[in-house]
């Protein structure tokens, strides 16, 4: 691997997780202003890109848990060079894949009827809400992944090694866990 001499192209998605991975890479404190001169950072949660742009380097949080999720990370798949899975929910589904356990009409009414809400209902031929899939499932069960970052969330020194490598056109090192 050729170390990058142009800015890395990085983006970072967010599919079903509870954003603490973000939280974590925010995390990385002085460091992000040394990695902010040697990458372009083309999406994140924080940006409201309509359309996903080119990547050499995608870092995606969360589990796959509904039709939006699966477009989103297809779609990612096609526009990244090196996808890595960021954290435990996306290596192994972790928590969201917690109501595998149950089905689809349970979960739902468990969220929508039968907990404390202002509006009862299971929301129902609108499309703002994506309908969930029949399983939660991690990254690499839907597309390719080239590098597994796990924890819950993955410790700021792991993902600022993670994009150190990349850069010095070193494949990561992640000591052998695949698992958090
Ligand atoms: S791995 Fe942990 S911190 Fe990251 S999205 Fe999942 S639950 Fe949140």
Known sequence: ????????????????????????????????????????????????????????????????????????????????????????CAVTGNVPAMRNAYGIEEVLNEAYQASSSVVKGVPAGNAVVPKLLGRVRPVHEVVPVDVFLPGCPPDADAIYELLSALLDGRRPEMGGRRFG
């Open 1 to 88: 691997m050729d170390p990058v001499n142009r800015k890395l192209r990085v983006a970072t998605a967010w599919l079903g997780g509870c954003s603490g991975c973000h939280m974590s890479l925010l995390d990385m404190d002085e460091r992000l202003l040394a990695l902010a001169g040697r990458i372009e950072l083309m999406a994140s949660p924080l940006t409201d890109l309509k359309d996903f742009p080119e990547a050499d380097v995608t870092l995606v949080e969360g589990a796959v848990a509904n039709e939006d999720h699966l477009a989103h990370i297809r779609h990612i798949r096609a526009h990244t060079k090196l996808l890595v899975s960021f954290g435990d």
